[in-house]
Structure formats: structure tokens, C-alpha cells
């Protein structure tokens, strides 16, 4: 692994801060894009960015945090400042609530505009976690002897012997995520069924992949992700139901 790309003097470039800048650079263009194409005012997706790269970033290293609480008390200023540490979920989380203030804010329907930027969010998520696999950031997944595994010896968090390359999986499945949204957009949809199926997908596919991750178990047999992607997948069914049931109501009460 490359977790140091370019280093001179004080210029240091590493591999999962040029992904993740990458991840955002181009989600912000296709955002742009899709705003463009459902009459938007394009100037929303830069109003957006600022907000959500801070949040990304703050709730992130909180959750990292949070859910390594032992080792933040025994060492807080090498978990604060280190390399490594970011947990996608605690991003996903700031980074929805401190968009749905900007949303509102420039007068637009949050679920429409959450739906218009899930495929930008799947394909950042593809990009950012690329950059969790060439750095070496420590999300790896459980030993293995198979065919998939993969050694970190040079990552920012080294490991020698092979374990499953978990980045690599999620990045691949947000990339087909991608292209399933990319399609659905096309087709005349409810408002917020895109978001909705989004976090379905998301919520299922780490659920899944937590089996195979270090990640620590809480009390209820499962890791805090595996809490959170639940959380996602009920919210994602419970909103599909919810919308689908508001829709049918208003043709009732028409009718």
C-alpha cells in the first residue's frame, strides 16, 4: 500500500487524502450535473459541499471516536490527530443533518434533493473507500488464508499477515449502488424513493461486510456500523412505506 504519495520538505500529499478530495471533487461535478438537469439552481451543490466536507470530516473522526472509546482514553492526541480514524458512518450522519439546514434554508424539498444526490453519494463513497485501502487505514477485515486476502505491511496501520481487503468490497458494491441509482433516476419515481432504496442498499451491504471487519462487538453481538446501517435500513423501508402510503391516500381521497 501507498499511504504517502509525494513528500518534500513540508508538501506531504498521502493516498487517502488525494481520494477522498477526489471522492468529493467529483461528486460535487456530477452533483452540479444531475441539479442542472432537474432545474436546480447549481449554486446549491456548492453551498452543499462547503457544509458537508467540514461535517464529513468532524463526524467521522466522532464516531471513530465513540466507538473506540478505550483506546481514545488511554491515548486522545494519537486518535485525534492521526492519519487514520475516520468511520464513513459518523460522516454520513453530520454530513445529513448539516445539509438538511442548507436545504431548507434555500427553500427546497430535503428528500428531493437527497434523492438527486444519492448517486453522487454512492459513487464519492466508491472513491473515498479506494483511498481506505491504498493508505492502509486499519479498516481492514478478519484474517484469511483464501484467495481475497491481502497484507497492509506499509499502511498506516501495518499489518503483515492477510486479511480481507474490506475496503475493496464496499468500494465495489457503491459502485454498482451507483449505477443501480444512475438507472432508477430515469424512471418517473416517488419523491425520496431514490434516498429511501439508497440507504437500503448502503445499510445492507455494511451490515454484511461488518462480519468479516476487526471491528469491535458491543453488548448486542454486533459492531456500532452494524447499528447504524439497521438504522439505515429500517429508516430506508419505513420511508419507502411511508411515501408509498402517502401517494395512495391522496389518490383514495381524490377518487
Do not use: W
Amino acid at each position: 500500500m501507498y499511504p504517502i504519495l509525494f513528500n518534500y520538505k513540508l508538501i506531504t500529499i498521502g493516498s487517502y487524502g488525494l481520494l477522498l478530495g477526489l471522492a468529493f471533487y467529483i461528486g460535487f461535478l456530477l452533483l452540479e450535473r444531475e441539479f442542472i438537469l432537474k432545474k436546480i439552481d447549481p449554486e446549491l451543490a456548492y453551498k452543499l459541499l462547503i457544509v458537508i466536507i467540514p461535517s464529513a470530516i468532524i463526524g467521522a473522526k466522532l464516531f471513530h471516536v465513540f466507538e473506540n472509546f478505550g483506546e481514545f482514553l488511554s491515548s486522545p492526541s494519537d486518535m485525534i490527530f492521526s492519519g487514520a480514524g475516520l468511520s464513513v458512518y459518523g460522516g454520513f450522519v453530520l454530513s445529513f443533518i448539516s445539509a438538511m439546514f442548507v436545504i431548507r434554508k434555500n427553500n427546497e424539498g430535503i428528500l428531493n434533493i437527497f434523492d438527486t444526490t444519492s448517486p453522487a453519494m454512492a459513487l464519492g463513497y466508491a472513491i473515498g473507500r479506494l483511498g481506505c485501502h491504498a493508505s492502509g487505514d486499519g479498516c481492514y477485515g478478519l484474517p484469511t488464508d483464501s484467495i481475497l486476502g491481502m497484507a497492509y505491511p506499509n499502511g498506516i496501520v501495518p499489518i503483515t499477515v492477510n486479511v480481507f481487503p474490506t475496503p475493496l468490497f464496499e468500494s465495489f458494491a457503491s459502485l454498482i449502488f451507483f449505477l443501480i441509482l444512475m438507472r432508477l433516476r430515469k424512471n418517473e419515481l416517488k419523491t425520496g424513493t431514490l434516498f429511501f432504496i439508497y440507504l437500503i442498499m448502503n445499510g445492507f451491504a455494511r451490515f454484511s461486510v461488518e462480519f468479516i471487519r476487526l471491528n469491535p462487538v458491543t453488548s448486542l453481538g454486533l459492531t456500532q456500523a452494524q447499528i447504524v446501517a439497521l438504522c439505515f435500513i429500517t429508516v430506508g423501508i419505513g420511508g419507502l412505506i411511508f411515501i408509498n402510503k402517502k401517494i395512495s391516500g391522496i389518490k383514495h381521497n381524490a377518487a
